[in-house]
């Protein structure tokens, strides 16, 4: 008695005018159901067999039209069988089952890939350090294709399913050795283990599915930022390939120097000039601040050098901790090209002093006694 013929596509659940990736994922659902290592049912053997026949003919347009035109009757008795797995390439399933049971990416057909990294350098004056900046940048980057839309494919065409790897991105093969069978499998060479080839590609983007465009952004960067620092922008990289997240946007900075400032961490440093009548008698000077001008009070007699601590006149911490110091260092300025007046009447003061002032007359003493 004949054995009755069977509807491949009634197998795995689809139609007969079913695309070839609505055929692959009907297979895949379906072996994952029935595969022998996660059904132990007592059928579930045949009916993963009779699944993998079905597929091996569908999934190949000579076959399948073949079948569409004599059923199974037209096509090689060892083409669909059902009862080994001679002609069927399992590097496909099996990375699908592994990589869906353990949160991996599949192996078949063209992988999700991330997009690039990508670098941009930013400079910065004190003062924008001092009050945290919003600034404009522009860079390139690659995208998804506005033409194809990332398909790769030329407006109007298609991405076709490879026929060599059947959409699975790889092929395998087979050795017979004296130590027994060895199996390897590879990247289609046909598609360069993508699962699909284009016949037609986008103009656009040469049929990569991304192309390089110019992006503006904003960005905040806070107060403190010290140069050496970056900042990580999240998912503002390149576009990714076949799907792929974006990369990253890293920003690093750069502080410029400034004319009088000095930075020390969150510290400031500062040296200003002030007129020796001030250091000796005190008073009111004026002091540099970043942004800004601010008045301090030094007693008289002040020593040309001495270092002064304005507290919480620094630049503030980036992470929020204690604002730093500004140390401010004080000068004598000597007066150049004096007038007879001046001159006079500095050298009477000179005469008041005596001949070794106090200070000098210090110094000397505790030269030679050691």
Known sequence: MAAQSRDF????????NAGADEIKRAYRT???????????EPDAADKFKEIQG????????AKREQYDRYGEAGLNPNAAGGAGFNNVDFGDIFGSFFEDFMGGKRSGGASEVRGDDLREDIELTLEEVASGVEKSIKFQRLETCDTCSGSGAK???SVETCTQCKGAGQIRFS???LLGTFHTT???PRCRG???TIASPCISCSGTGRSRKTVERSIKIPAGADSGMRLRLVGEGDSGASGGEHGDLYLFIHVREHALFERRGNDLYVRIPVSFPTLALGGTIQIPVVGAIEEMKIP??????????VKGRGLPDIRGRKTGELYITVNAAVPRNLNPVQKELLQKFAETLGEHHEEQKGFFERLFKH
């Open 54 to 61: 079905a597929y091996e003919v569908l999934s190949d347009e």
């Open 194 to 196: 993508k699962g699909s």
């Open 186 to 188: 590879q990247a289609c």
């Open 175 to 177: 050795q017979n050795t």
């Open 300 to 309: 008289e007699g002040t020593q040309s050098g001495h270092e002064f601590v």
């Open 9 to 16: 596509y009634e197998m795995l659940g689809v139609s007969r």
């Open 30 to 40: 379906l072996a994952r159901k029935f595969h022998p290592d996660f059904n132990r």
């Open 155 to 157: 407006p109007g065409t």
